[in-house]
């Protein structure tokens, strides 16, 4: 007998990504589970084709004309009818089993309400994997420094499962952030409702074209002060470092 999944709702953001939303949308709707979906695009002021090569996959499309991620995030919330919500970037592609994957973990640890997932990229330059491998095999390690002072484990926002529920209770998505630290600030806000996991599998794979556009070095040098801010107290400070990225 089949076993019957919660509904779970795709919240992809969207600004001028027509090159890369076909691929997001086709992994989403190639997922091997008898679970209930769906799949919702926030476009956030697209001056490219990106509505209309998402209209061709039959997703629903809401807009959200206030520029930043976070604005977004909100939006897809509001929208989103499903027992959880996965927040995907644009230029993500998630494996066939991860749906069935995901939803089996969170049956099994009922105490988590949010996971983000080890990643890999399909187009990264060596600096890009280098650091890549480097971050991923501190992530354990520094989990357990953050459990001593009991603090959530890193996620990342190119791909996270949240329960619906948990994130609505926590207030939403803070809107003041804008792009760098967006992540970190839902995993602190999520922490009270239960556990926030970084977990090595499934993997998903992703685009580097953030690192190579805005800098390796500068890109991971302010998430990295954003997180540190964030996790020890200093949250409007990681708000204004936010609110100096507008596009995502």
């Known amino acids: 007998m089949n076993r019957i999944y919660p509904k779970i709702s795709f919240v992809i953001p969207a600004y001028n990504e027509q090159a890369y939303i076909g691929g997001a949308i086709e992994s989403v709707q190639k997922q091997q589970t008898v679970v209930s979906q769906e ?23 809401v807009s959200e004309n206030r520029k930043g991620l976070t604005f977004v995030r909100q ?4 929208e989103a009818k499903g027992d959880f919500i996965v927040y995907m970037d644009a230029d993500t592609r998630i494996p066939d089993n991860f749906t069935r994957e995901a939803l ?10 949010c996971a983000s ?6 187009d990264g ?22 459990d001593i002072f009991n603090k959530p484990e890193i996620i990342v926002g190119l791909i996270m499962v949240i329960k619906t529920s948990a994130l609505k209770k926590a207030g939403g998505i803070n ?7 967006e992540d970190a600030e839902i995993a602190r806000t999520l922490y009270a409702q239960g556990k926030v996991k970084h977990l090595r599998y499934p993997y ?5 074209r953030r690192y190579k556009n805005r800098g390796t070095i500068k ?21 204004a470092i936010s609110q100096t990225q507008k596009d995502f």
């Open 39 to 61: 799949i919702i695009v926030v476009d956030n002021a697209s001056t490219d084709n990106t509505v209309s090569v998402s209209k061709k996959y039959g997703v629903k499309i």
């Open 75 to 78: 939006k897809g919330l509001e």
């Open 104 to 113: 089996d973990y969170f049956e099994k640890h009922k105490d988590t309400v």
């Open 117 to 122: 997932y080890n990643f890999y990229y399909y």
């Open 125 to 146: 330059r060596l600096i890009d994997n280098i650091f890549l491998l480097v971050f991923q095999s501190i992530l354990p390690y520094v989990g357990y420094v953050l």
């Open 175 to 181: 809107e003041n952030f804008v792009f760098y630290g």
């Open 204 to 208: 998903v794979a992703t685009s580097a």
């Open 219 to 239: 890109t991971l040098f302010l998430y990295w002060v954003s997180f540190f801010l964030i996790y020890f107290g200093k949250v409007k400070w990681a708000e």
